[in-house]
């Protein structure tokens, strides 16, 4: 599993919010846990393999937003007994 976060600039309310999540969750079919704060203009989401960062960038920037920069790195779901 792959944990990515993108810095979006322009979201302002939680209505941006959720325009987001789901721009996400339409561009990256098999994302799981879509999350986006406008506080700290970024947005994540894990998935099976790494993303396409042009892909991604095209559907945010057409709904209007600024798509900054991408990262993504390896996610260890942590168990109830996991460290």
Same mark, same amino acid.
């Given at each position: !599993?792959? $944990?990515?976060? *993108? &810095?979006? =600039?322009? !979201?302002?309310? $939680? !209505? ?9 969750? $339409? #561009?990256?079919?098999?994302? &799981?846990?879509?999350? #986006?704060?406008?506080?700290? %203009?970024? %947005?994540?989401?894990?998935? %099976? =393999?790494?993303?396409?960062?042009? &892909?991604? &960038? #095209? %559907?945010?920037? =057409?709904?209007?937003?600024?798509? *900054?920069? !991408? ?13």
């Amino acid at each position: !599993m792959i $944990k990515t976060t *993108v &810095k979006i =600039e322009g !979201m302002m309310c $939680k !209505m941006c919010e959720e325009h987001i999540c789901e721009t996400i969750r $339409k #561009a990256i079919p098999d994302a &799981k846990k879509v999350s #986006a704060s406008h506080k700290d %203009a970024c %947005a994540s989401f894990i998935s %099976a =393999e790494e993303p396409d960062s042009d &892909k991604l &960038k #095209a %559907a945010i920037e =057409e709904t209007g937003y600024t798509f *900054v920069s !991408m990262e993504s790195e390896p996610y260890e779901k942590k168990g109830l007994f996991r460290k």
